[in-house]
């Protein structure tokens, strides 16, 4: 990084963000890495903190940096590579990728079955569910939040369960469902709404790519329905014919 020059005709700002977006693309700021702290790079720079904070919240909206509240700045970890295929398991994925997979029960319900959700599940409108909203993390990065239903009859206390299991693969073992594939998937790109920016450490107006999806288990019965949110700027989906 070097010093900002004022007379160059380029805003103060742009020349720290440009700088520090130099610094990631050499790899002097690794994917992961937490920034210096504002007063350190407005030193840096000869700057005030006021023109970092610009810079910082620039490359956030472009996706290079994160801001976590009481952390600090994190440079944005590379995209995870995420197959699409007859059995998806978020752990699974995110462990191949050398990454800790976590889970976060943000809440669960009851709930009752919509005419759409009763038709992806095999019930009966109005039929008892169980409602899960969960955030998914990769080491200390939000990937996704997923709501999930379930039917209540086969798998009560389901959110108590993924509080304690904080994975659904795990939950399902709970109920001795030891096998299941994807039976429909549905991937559809939208913008950020404010409830999962916040989840999701992302800007306003930052894109996710929404997946809706329908697992069975060995005897094809469905098991669960998703409507899952991922940050677009993380992942990188994999089809795969399997």
Known sequence: MSTANAGSGV???RQVADGIERSIASGT???GEKLPGENEIAEIYRVNR?????ALATLAERGLVRAERGSGTYVETARLAYPLRSRTRFSEIVGAGGREPRGQLISASDDVATPHLAKLLGLKAAAPLVRIVALRLADRTPICVGTTWLPADRFPNAGQVYERVRSMTKVLAHFDV???????TRVSAGIVEAADAARL???????VLIVDSTDVDASDK??????ARFA???VEFLVENS
């Open 178 to 184: 030891r096998d299941y594939r994807r039976a429909s």
């Open 232 to 234: 677009a700027e993380r």
């Open 222 to 227: 469905p098991l669960l329905t998703t409507h």
């Open 50 to 54: 006021h023109t970092v904070r610009r």
């Open 201 to 207: 450490d992302l800007a306003l107006g930052r894109p």
């Open 29 to 31: 700021f690794s994917h």
């Open 11 to 13: 805003a103060l700002w």
